[in-house]
Nanobody, 124 residues
Framework: VQLQASGGGLVQAGGSLRLSCAAS????????MGWFRQAAGKEREFVSA????????LYADSVKGRFTISRDNTKNMVYLQMHSLKPEDTATYYC??????????????????WGQGTQVTVSS
């Protein structure tokens, strides 16, 4: 599967962005999906994940209540809606796919495929 993330940009603190991840070559319903981010000088960190069914989700504590992950298997798309953005959310965001994921399982580990990143910058 190939993944293409988009939707990043520059936004003021308190603003919103929606990231999109388009999958190609394989149908996205075959994969558990996730979003990760990496800030400058820091390690990549887990942000959110969603099961193949879309029925189960997982969030990092730092984004819980502000970010929402979703997927549209009919369109081969995964989304990350981000609200109440903070300067500390500034990072390059990556979508990822887990080929071993079961239909309703969700995990923050075990991702096999990664897209290129999309930059999110939140100004204070």
């Amino acid at each position: 599967v190939q993944l293409q993330a988009s939707g990043g940009g520059l936004v003021q603190a308190g603003g919103s962005l929606r990231l999109s991840c388009a999958a190609s070559r394989r149908t996205v319903s075959n994969y558990g999906m996730g979003w990760f981010r990496q800030a400058a000088g820091k390690e990549r960190e887990f942000v959110s994940a969603i099961s193949r069914s879309g029925g189960n989700t997982l969030y990092a504590d730092s984004v819980k209540g502000r970010f929402t992950i979703s997927r549209d298997n009919t369109k081969n798309m995964v989304y990350l809606q981000m609200h109440s953005l903070k300067p500390e959310d500034t990072a390059t965001y990556y979508c990822a796919a887990d080929q071993a994921s079961k239909w309703d399982s969700v995990s923050r580990r075990g991702f096999d495929y990664w897209g290129q990143g999309t930059q999110v910058t939140v100004s204070s």
